[in-house]
Every structure is written in structure tokens, then in C-alpha cells.
């Protein structure tokens, strides 16, 4: 039977593993739509379809960037549902099932190349991004919802970002060898669109039947209008502090995802098997390190573990700068440290979301989880849209040559110098400096258990039509 949020056992403590394996399984849909298209699809636009580096950079960029304005308002949609499966798995199975059916068709090139092929990738990645905002949304949302407890909500976020690991593992590094299985080239994407696809499906159908006992949280007023929601969102300086954070990060994270194909085929001078392997040594520590990262998090907090997995992923991309007088092993290595800051990076902005999420119910006792979340994938479909802009942007200004015949085009020094930059210097630029910004991110165990030391915590903030000032006592406003 399902329990209102903080009326059941599971609530207000440990969650049942099923419901802990089954909130992982949305991952698989996560993993894979905000991994292939950031790897695969400027290469896909460049040396498939032809369409020159800067256009092609424009094209993955602004189909995402419409999330920015979709997201907030399916927080706001999802947050009112009202159904017998709880106000967000509906969207698990619908959304998750669309976004499945939308992603192989991105890749299905009736046009076959030229502007009227770019103009329908462009029109597709579109559709496929506001699928996308309607299954993350309420799926991010979910474990403000599932659980009270600060620690198992880092519990949570570990089984989901190991899972997400997994499904950047298999989507990422067997995505490419789907591309050269199918002949390359369109036909090689078609076969490759199929299979991510397939992953999606199977992560949507498994979160949605895996969290069919979990808690759906109680339902509660929210704000009457967006605009609102967002004030309400904004007042709330943890929230601000680690979703810019997160957002200029995920840029970071991006960028080197954009690069991956590039870097392996101009400074590694492997096409065929380097992008398989960057991923292999990318993720799979990444699956091993898991329950370190929890580990250090409940030792030193998760501010603290955020800022060290944070540097540990700066420091590896800085130090690929050298890649290419290092030896191939010593590369393949560093790649290896990246993927365990990342982890740690994912793992703990993650689960320091839903605490955000708790502080702003608990001072408010108005459930805006939706509109939170809205407000944080948007911010995150916004970074990983930013990367490939970035990476293709270097790209453009460092004279890359683009191809339409499936394989890239011998490449300039100062092509592949960009190439090389842009998976380095640019991403451990966009992680470090964000880590400054947590200093305003003070939300800990003691805090959350006291509501007055929690509305502390902000300046004035608005609930309602009570304004509520940290040193004064609520005041009507007019």
C-alpha cells in the first residue's frame, strides 16, 4: 500500500531495496538521452550530414535550451496531477515511452544531408527534449517525496547514479560500435537511434512499475501561480547556490562528453576503438567508487564530499592538457580519475536537491517539488546543451573541417589543438570556480531538523501572503 509522505515507516526512513532498484531503473532514460546526443550528435551533424561546426553547434543547442522555459512549467503540471498512481508516475510511463519513440527519430534521416536533413534534426531534438522535461521532471522530484531522511536520500542517489553510470557505460561506449556495426555513416545512426531508444523504453516501464508500492507523498496547496512558484524557488539560497553550481558544472561535464569522438580520433589517433575505451575508463570506476563516495559523503557531509569530487574531476581535465605527449595508458588512466570525480559530482549535487526540496517544504508546508526540479533540469538541460555549443564553437574558430561522408576530414594543427583544448582547459575551467558558490549552501542534518534554524537560513522569504523575515515574526502583506 502506498504512505503519505511522513505517515509510513518507508517515509520517514529506510526505503524497501525494490523501491530503491526501481527508482535507479528511470537512470537507464536519464543516462542515455544525456549521453548519446551530447556525444554523438555534432559529430552526426559534421561528419555525416555536412553541416558546418559553428550551425551544427547552434542546432544541439537551442532544442535543448527550450527546456529552460518547458521544465518549470512540467514541475507546475506535475505537481497538481492528481491520479491513483500519484502525481508523478504517470509521466515515468507516458513521457518515458514518447522520449523513446522520439530519440531513434532523430536519427532517421529521411532527408538524407543538406539543410533540409539539419532542419529535421533540429524539429526532432526539439519534440524529443519536451518528451525529455516531462519524464525527468517528476522523476527528479520523486525523492523529496519518497523519503524524509537526509542520509537515505544519499542512499538513494547512490543506487540512481550508479545506475546512471551503468547506463553512460552502455549507451555512451556501445552507442559508436551500434554506428559502425550498421554500415556507418546514416544508416549506422538509424540502427544506433534504435537501440538507445530500447534503453529508454526499458528505463521508463522499469521506474514506473519499480516505484508502484513506494511513498507518493502528501498532496498538498502549492502556490497558485508560476510566477510564484519560481519567487519561492529563488528566496531559496541553498537551492540558488547549488543549482549554479550544478548548471555551469554540468557544462563542464558536457563539454568533454562532446569531445569524446573528436579527442579520440585527432589527438589519440584511434576512431574505431578510442571513443569505446574513453568510456569504458570514463564510467567504470566510476561503478566501483560508489560506495566510497557514500562513504566520504556521511563522513565529511556532502558540501564538502561535492567540493572534493569537484576538484578531483578539474584537476584530471586540466591535466589531459599534456594528452599528447603522454603515453596511451597514462591517458586512458587520467580518464579513469575524471570518472570517479564525476561520479562524486553526480552523486552528491543530486542528493543535496531533494534536502533542498525539504528545507523549502518544511518552512512553507507547501509540496513544490515539481516546480524545484522544473526549475534544476531545466538549469542542468541547459548545461549539457551548453556543452556541445561550447565544444562546437571551439571547433569553428579553430578551423575545423567538416565531411558529409560518414568519416572525418584531415584537420589542421591548429583544428586539433582546438580538439584538444576543448576536452581539457575549457571543462576544467567551467567545473573549479562554481565550487566557490557553495559557501552559501549551509543546509545540514541540524538544520533541516529545526525549522527555526531552517528559516534561518535564508533572508525573507514569501509563503503565501505571509512574508516571513529570519529576524522578525511573520507579517501580513496587503
Given at each position: 500500500?502506498?504512505?503519505?509522505?511522513?505517515?509510513?515507516?518507508?517515509?520517514?526512513?529506510?526505503?524497501?531495496?525494490?523501491?530503491?532498484?526501481?527508482?535507479?531503473?528511470?537512470?537507464?532514460?536519464?543516462?542515455?538521452?544525456?549521453?548519446?546526443?551530447?556525444?554523438?550528435?555534432?559529430?552526426?551533424?559534421?561528419?555525416?550530414?555536412?553541416v558546418?561546426?559553428?550551425?551544427?553547434a547552434?542546432?544541439?543547442?537551442?532544442?535543448?535550451?527550450?527546456?529552460?522555459?518547458?521544465?518549470?512549467?512540467?514541475?507546475?503540471?506535475?505537481?497538481?496531477?492528481?491520479?491513483?498512481?500519484?502525481?508523478?508516475?504517470?509521466?515515468?510511463?507516458?513521457?518515458?515511452l514518447?522520449?523513446?519513440?522520439?530519440?531513434?527519430?532523430?536519427?532517421?534521416?529521411?532527408?538524407?544531408?543538406?539543410?533540409?536533413?539539419?532542419?529535421?534534426?533540429?524539429?526532432?531534438?526539439?519534440?524529443?527534449?519536451?518528451?525529455?522535461?516531462?519524464?525527468?521532471?517528476?522523476?527528479?522530484?520523486?525523492?523529496?517525496?519518497?523519503?524524509?531522511?537526509y542520509?537515505?536520500?544519499?542512499?538513494?542517489?547512490?543506487?540512481?547514479?550508479?545506475?546512471?553510470?551503468?547506463?553512460?557505460?552502455v549507451?555512451?561506449?556501445?552507442?559508436?560500435?551500434?554506428?559502425?556495426?550498421?554500415?556507418?555513416?546514416?544508416?549506422?545512426?538509424?540502427?544506433?537511434g534504435?537501440?538507445?531508444?530500447?534503453?529508454?523504453?526499458?528505463?521508463?516501464?522499469?521506474?514506473?512499475?519499480?516505484?508502484?508500492?513506494?511513498?507518493?507523498?502528501?498532496?498538498?496547496?502549492?502556490?497558485?501561480?508560476?510566477?510564484?512558484?519560481l519567487?519561492?524557488?529563488?528566496?531559496?539560497?541553498?537551492?540558488?547556490?547549488?543549482?549554479?553550481?550544478f548548471?555551469?558544472?554540468?557544462?563542464?561535464?558536457a563539454?568533454?562528453?562532446?569531445?569524446?569522438?573528436?579527442?579520440?580520433?585527432?589527438?589519440?589517433?584511434?576512431?574505431?576503438?578510442?571513443?569505446?575505451?574513453?568510456?569504458?575508463?570514463?564510467?567504470?570506476?566510476?561503478?566501483?567508487?560508489?560506495?566510497?563516495?557514500?562513504?566520504?559523503?556521511?563522513?565529511?557531509?556532502?558540501?564538502?564530499?561535492?567540493?572534493?569530487?569537484?576538484?578531483?574531476?578539474?584537476v584530471?581535465?586540466?591535466?589531459?592538457?599534456?594528452?599528447?605527449?603522454?603515453?596511451?595508458?597514462?591517458?586512458?588512466?587520467?580518464?579513469?580519475?575524471?570518472?570517479?570525480?564525476?561520479?562524486?559530482?553526480?552523486v552528491?549535487?543530486?542528493?543535496?536537491?531533494?534536502?533542498?526540496?525539504?528545507?523549502?517544504?518544511?518552512?512553507t508546508?507547501?509540496?513544490?517539488?515539481?516546480?524545484?526540479?522544473?526549475?534544476?533540469?531545466?538549469?542542468?538541460?541547459?548545461?549539457?546543451?551548453?556543452?556541445?555549443?561550447?565544444?562546437?564553437?571551439?571547433?569553428?574558430?579553430?578551423?575545423?573541417?567538416?565531411?558529409?561522408?560518414?568519416?572525418?576530414?584531415?584537420?589542421?594543427?591548429?583544428?586539433?589543438?582546438?580538439?584538444?583544448?576543448?576536452?581539457t582547459?575549457?571543462?576544467?575551467?567551467?567545473?573549479?570556480?562554481?565550487?566557490?558558490?557553495?559557501?552559501?549552501?549551509?543546509?545540514?542534518?541540524?538544520?533541516?531538523?529545526?525549522?527555526?534554524?531552517?528559516?534561518?537560513?535564508?533572508?525573507?522569504?514569501?509563503?503565501?501572503?505571509?512574508?516571513?523575515?529570519?529576524?522578525?515574526?511573520?507579517?501580513?502583506?496587503?
Amino acid at each position: 500500500m502506498k504512505t503519505p509522505l511522513g505517515t509510513g515507516s518507508s517515509a520517514a526512513g529506510s526505503l524497501p531495496r525494490p523501491v530503491h532498484a526501481g527508482y535507479a531503473l528511470g537512470s537507464l532514460a536519464t543516462g542515455a538521452f544525456g549521453t548519446v546526443p551530447g556525444l554523438l550528435l555534432l559529430p552526426y551533424l559534421t561528419d555525416t550530414l555536412g553541416v558546418a561546426a559553428g550551425l551544427a553547434a547552434l542546432l544541439v543547442l537551442l532544442p535543448k535550451a527550450w527546456d529552460v522555459l518547458v521544465n518549470p512549467v512540467a514541475g507546475r503540471i506535475s505537481d497538481r496531477t492528481r491520479s491513483r498512481w500519484g502525481a508523478r508516475r504517470p509521466y515515468l510511463l507516458v513521457a518515458g515511452l514518447a522520449l523513446a519513440v522520439l530519440f531513434a527519430s532523430i536519427f532517421a534521416a529521411p532527408f538524407g544531408n543538406g539543410p533540409a536533413a539539419a532542419a529535421y534534426v533540429a524539429f526532432a531534438f526539439l519534440a524529443t527534449a519536451t518528451a525529455f522535461a516531462f519524464f525527468q521532471v517528476p522523476y527528479v522530484a520523486m525523492p523529496a517525496e519518497l523519503t524524509d531522511d537526509y542520509t537515505e536520500r544519499t542512499r538513494l542517489m547512490t543506487w540512481r547514479i550508479a545506475v546512471l553510470a551503468l547506463a553512460i557505460l552502455v549507451s555512451g561506449a556501445v552507442a559508436p560500435l551500434v554506428v559502425s556495426a550498421g554500415g556507418d555513416g546514416v544508416a549506422g545512426h538509424r540502427w544506433m537511434g534504435l537501440f538507445v531508444a530500447a534503453l529508454i523504453a526499458l528505463g521508463a516501464v522499469g521506474a514506473f512499475l519499480g516505484t508502484r508500492s513506494a511513498p507518493t507523498g502528501t498532496v498538498s496547496g502549492s502556490e497558485p501561480t508560476l510566477r510564484a512558484q519560481l519567487a519561492v524557488a529563488a528566496a531559496n539560497r541553498p537551492f540558488r547556490a547549488l543549482l549554479i553550481c550544478f548548471v555551469v558544472q554540468s557544462a563542464g561535464v558536457a563539454t568533454i562528453l562532446a569531445g569524446v569522438n573528436y579527442f579520440a580520433g585527432q589527438i589519440l589517433r584511434d576512431d574505431e576503438s578510442g571513443p569505446t575505451l574513453l568510456f569504458v575508463c570514463f564510467v567504470g570506476p566510476a561503478l566501483l567508487v560508489m560506495p566510497i563516495w557514500s562513504r566520504v559523503g556521511a563522513r565529511l557531509g556532502k558540501r564538502t564530499a561535492l567540493v572534493a569530487a569537484s576538484l578531483i574531476l578539474a584537476v584530471g581535465a586540466l591535466t589531459l592538457v599534456a594528452a599528447s605527449v603522454l603515453p596511451t595508458v597514462a591517458v586512458y588512466l587520467v580518464v579513469a580519475v575524471i570518472g570517479v570525480g564525476y561520479a562524486g559530482q553526480q552523486v552528491f549535487a543530486l542528493s543535496m536537491l531533494p534536502d533542498c526540496i525539504a528545507y523549502d517544504t518544511r518552512r512553507t508546508g507547501r509540496r513544490q517539488a515539481g516546480v524545484f526540479t522544473g526549475l534544476w533540469t531545466a538549469g542542468e538541460t541547459l548545461g549539457l546543451a551548453l556543452g556541445p555549443g561550447i565544444y562546437g564553437l571551439v571547433l569553428q574558430f579553430s578551423g575545423y573541417v567538416s565531411s558529409d561522408t560518414g568519416t572525418a576530414a584531415a584537420q589542421s594543427d591548429g583544428a586539433r589543438l582546438g580538439v584538444l583544448l576543448g576536452f581539457t582547459l575549457i571543462p576544467a575551467l567551467l567545473i573549479a570556480p562554481p565550487i566557490l558558490l557553495l559557501r552559501q549552501y549551509t543546509l545540514t542534518p541540524a538544520a533541516l531538523a529545526d525549522p527555526i534554524r531552517a528559516d534561518r537560513v535564508d533572508h525573507g522569504v514569501v509563503v503565501g501572503t505571509k512574508a516571513i523575515d529570519p529576524q522578525e515574526k511573520g507579517t501580513t502583506t496587503p
